[in-house]
T-cell receptor
């Protein structure tokens, strides 16, 4: 079993829909990252969080440490949100474990 | 700051050749990470440095891979000899406190 599991693996939605991507992990962590990888390959860090909730524009990330679960939400989704979203957990000594990613496709 | 800089952006080489990938971290960052991304395995951590010292190289696939960080502003990842299964995108990232900033990656193709 992978230490970091993301769901769904692939998601296609219509423009404007509310999107939720989930990440569950089985190890103790110090922080969790949500990354966005665009079709061109570049990786951008969206959020780093260790508790609660963070919001940036139309993106919201939440984490429940007790349940070892995080969600990334996109409100009013847009075709430019189409990308691969990767959950990564930071464990001791700066070691990081990645999920397999969720490929999101927003249709106009 | 220009962000994390990697070179080359693309590399095509024949198997058996030596390949050197380069990374310049963001100034002031004290940790540097090398990652490999493939379709089959996703993103994998190869090695990371803290204050120029290798901390964890357990992700380095085999002895053909080596990484150095001679100073705070430069790191190399070397593959010698290269094999077709090394074809991947190699990312470098740097951080100061936990949050990592990724470089644009080097797409390596070994034929």
């Amino acid at each position: 079993k992978n230490e970091v599991e993301q769901s769904p693996q692939n998601l296609t939605a219509q423009e404007g829909e509310f999107i939720t991507i989930n990440c569950s992990y089985s190890v103790g962590i110090s922080a969790l990252h949500w990354l966005q990888q665009h079709p061109g390959g570049g990786i951008v860090s969206l959020f780093m969080l260790s508790s609660g909730k963070k919001k940036h524009g139309r993106l919201i990330a939440t984490i429940n440490i007790q349940e070892k679960h995080s969600s990334l939400h996109i409100t009013a989704s847009h075709p430019r949100d189409s990308a691969v979203y990767i959950c990564a957990v930071l464990i001791r000594d700066d070691k990081i474990i990645f999920g397999k990613g969720t490929r999101l496709h927003i249709l106009p | 700051d220009a962000g994390v800089i990697q070179s080359p952006r693309h590399e095509v080489t024949e198997m058996g050749q030596e390949v050197t990938l380069r990374c310049k971290p963001i100034s002031g960052h004290n940790s540097l990470f090398w990652y490999r991304q493939t379709m089959m395995r996703g993103l994998e951590l190869l090695i990371y440095f803290n204050n120029n010292v290798p901390i964890d190289d357990s992700g380095m696939p085999e002895d053909r891979f080596s990484a150095k960080m001679p100073n705070a502003s430069f790191s190399t990842l070397k593959i010698q000899p290269s094999e077709p299964r090394d074809s991947a995108v190699y990312f470098c990232a740097s951080s100061f406190v936990n949050e990592q900033y990724f470089g644009p990656g080097t797409r390596l193709t070994v034929t």
